[in-house]
């Protein structure tokens, strides 16, 4: 396999960080040179003509050449007064073009990531498949020939389904972050509609925790629910809140015996309403059934509401893959489920979390439309369930 060559994208980071410190040591010495200049002035603005000697006071000649004397001084100190805020006006506005420079460092960084985690995975999930494609150097080459491939058909289909279903989805409008920073359950959100792939059956979350912690035994065809939630939260960078986890119960016994009890809540709890989930609490199923995980969104009286991997879409299809007995949920997707559905328990990592959507998140309000599609999901899941679609619920969400 070969890994991608960022020398060109890195080299013109480096570049860029470099002029960007030299013009921040410039911006600081102009700022110094012009705190010193209003320094002075300031102790000018303060001289109203006290303290001037006057040996000459006893003619008028004398007189009147002072206060000329004096007034002309004073015209110029409201001169370099007005210079000044000019000045300062000047190097405020360099210094906000320095940072917006900055933040467009930080875009090639990210970019340069994405890219080399972009590539990476497609070939991990196209190698051993008779459309192995490797990178070898030339991106146009690439993706030429990804194009040809049926992977690269599943990847624009996958792409137009989300972006349609984020438009058209009330949840994910209502409780996406409009303005300022996003939190977790916002890059989870941003997931929505993405799928498992049936070229390669693999899902991106399992493929991507497969490279990343080798030895664990992670597959890129695993089962991805707690793998979507690791991803979520490596990439808003949480993972050292919240580790990385295989098994839903494995993921629960973590966070329940970290020594932060206030921050565990039991699904009992939930059950008998002394505890209300909240935006950004991370649900365990480990109990009685299917093991499952996923992220909650919020909640109202009757219902817990989550976006979750591994998951049916809004027309209640779970993925099967031809000729074996493997079920697939396949899809990411906003859920909205009874409180009794988890037989486990909640988590609230102390990560940071829009406030003033987690405050309205205890008492969600949609549509009846809404509600009713989504409430749908799993009587169809049960019909599927009868004609021999899906004999485990144990292998999916």
């Known amino acids: 396999m070969n890994y991608v060559n960022t020398d060109a994208i890195g080299e013109i980071v480096n570049d860029f960080k470099l ?5 921040k040591e410039k911006f600081q010495e102009i700022e110094n040179n ?8 300031e102790e000018v603005q303060q001289f109203e003509g006290t303290g001037v000697k006057e040996p ?25 007064v007005t210079e000044w805020k000019f000045n300062q006006s000047e190097l405020k506005s360099l210094i906000t073009n320095q940072e917006t420079f900055e933040e467009k460092i930080s875009d090639l960084n990210n970019l340069n990531e994405v890219l080399i985690e972009s590539i990476s ?4 999930q196209l190698r051993g498949t008779d459309s192995e494609i490797t990178y070898n150097g030339n991106y146009k080459d690439f993706l030429d020939n990804l194009k040809k491939t049926s992977y690269w058909q599943e990847l624009e289909k996958n792409y137009q389904t989300s972006r349609n279903l984020k438009n058209k989805e009330e949840i994910y409008q209502k409780f996406r972050t409009k303005n300022g920073k996003k939190d977790y359950v916002d890059y989870a959100l941003d997931e929505l509609g993405t799928k498992f792939f049936n070229s390669t059956y693999s899902s991106k979350y399992a493929t991507w925790y497969s490279k990343k912690y080798q030895g664990q035994g992670a597959s890129p065809s695993d089962d991805w629910c707690a793998e979507f939630v690791s991803y979520i939260m490596d990439k808003s960078n949480n993972a050292s809140i919240v580790a990385p986890y295989l098994a839903t119960s494995t ?18 709890e939930v059950n008998n309403n002394t505890y209300q989930p909240q935006r950004g609490d991370i649900f365990y199923n480990y109990k009685g059934h299917a093991q499952h995980t996923g ?4 909640s109202d009286k009757n219902y817990i509401y989550t976006i979750e991997g591994n998951t049916a879409n809004n027309k209640g299809k779970y993925y099967v893959k031809d000729g074996t007995s493997n079920n697939k949920g396949g899809y990411v997707n906003i859920r909205v489920r009874p409180k009794s559905y988890v037989e486990g328990g909640y988590y609230s990592p102390e990560c940071y979390i829009n406030e003033e959507l987690k405050k309205n998140s205890t008492n969600i309000q949609v549509s009846s439309d809404t509600m009713n599609t989504k409430l749908a999901i799993d009587e169809k899941y049960q019909q599927l369930k009868e004609v021999g679609g899906h004999e485990q619920k144990s292998t999916m969400g």
């Open 19 to 23: 002029l960007s410190e030299e013009m």
């Open 34 to 41: 012009c705190t010193t200049i209003k320094e002075k002035l």
């Open 56 to 80: 000459y006071s006893t003619t008028e000649e004398t007189n009147t050449k002072n206060t000329f004397c004096l007034h002309t001084y004073q015209e110029k100190r409201h001169i370099n």
């Open 121 to 124: 995975m497609i070939e991990s």
């Open 251 to 268: 993921g629960a016994a973590a966070v329940s015996s970290s020594g932060k009890n206030t921050l565990w809540h039991t699904s009992e």
């Open 295 to 298: 992220i909650v969104i919020g």
